[in-house]
């Protein structure tokens, strides 16, 4: 069955698309402030112009009926990447222990080969579920507050319960919305009307 992207029509000039390009080249741009100069400000302002455009490129896609597939690739694409880009800056500042990251990044990786299966399987991605939507606002929320909670500063000491509260909360409903794909992924594979989606 096909999935809702393959719906979607094939235009590639549209704004949502040129403002999710925008936001891909932003990535190893964030991620050279991080590890080069270590221009902590200005890769959150990177941060920050990532997630008004992603917010962004949603509604003008709803705005003017500009949805397209492959929007509906770039945007997930995007996020992703930001996230593993700071995931891997922050093991290498000694922001975020390894096995935080592996975690993360193993959820990540889990979740892609279930949506692999069940398209293998004609089955549609599961339904966004509001533990995966406050997991994403959470981790964006501790992203950049982890970074200006770096340093001995009375701001860094005041940012510093917010960071690990944000980053905590996000990371433990991060693990648990990959963990309802993949209970999802497995009861889609084994129900008896494979031709509908989960």
Do not use: H
């Amino acid at each position: 069955m096909a999935s809702e992207s393959d719906e979607l029509p094939d235009r590639l000039l549209t704004i949502p698309n040129l403002l999710s390009v925008i936001r891909l080249a932003g990535v190893p741009v964030f991620l050279w402030l991080l590890l080069g100069p270590k221009e902590d400000g200005w890769a959150i302002a990177v941060l920050v112009f990532s997630g008004f455009t992603d917010w962004a490129d949603g509604k003008i896609a709803r705005w003017l009926d500009q949805a397209s597939k492959l929007g509906a690739l770039l945007d997930p694409a995007a996020d992703r990447l930001y996230t593993l880009a700071t995931v891997i800056a922050f093991v290498l500042r000694d922001v975020m222990p390894l096995w935080v990251a592996l975690v993360l990044v193993g959820r990540d990786v889990m979740v892609g080969v279930c949506l692999w299966v069940l398209r293998r399987a004609g089955f549609s991605p599961p339904e966004v579920t509001y533990i995966g939507k406050a997991a994403t606002f959470n981790l964006m929320y501790a992203m950049p507050l982890l970074l200006l909670a770096q340093g001995g500063s009375d701001f860094a000491t005041i940012a510093r319960p917010f960071a690990y509260g944000f980053a905590i909360w996000g990371g433990a409903l991060f693990v648990w919305s990959g963990l309802l794909y993949l209970v999802q992924t497995r009861m889609a594979l084994r129900s008896p009307l494979r031709t509908s989606p989960i």
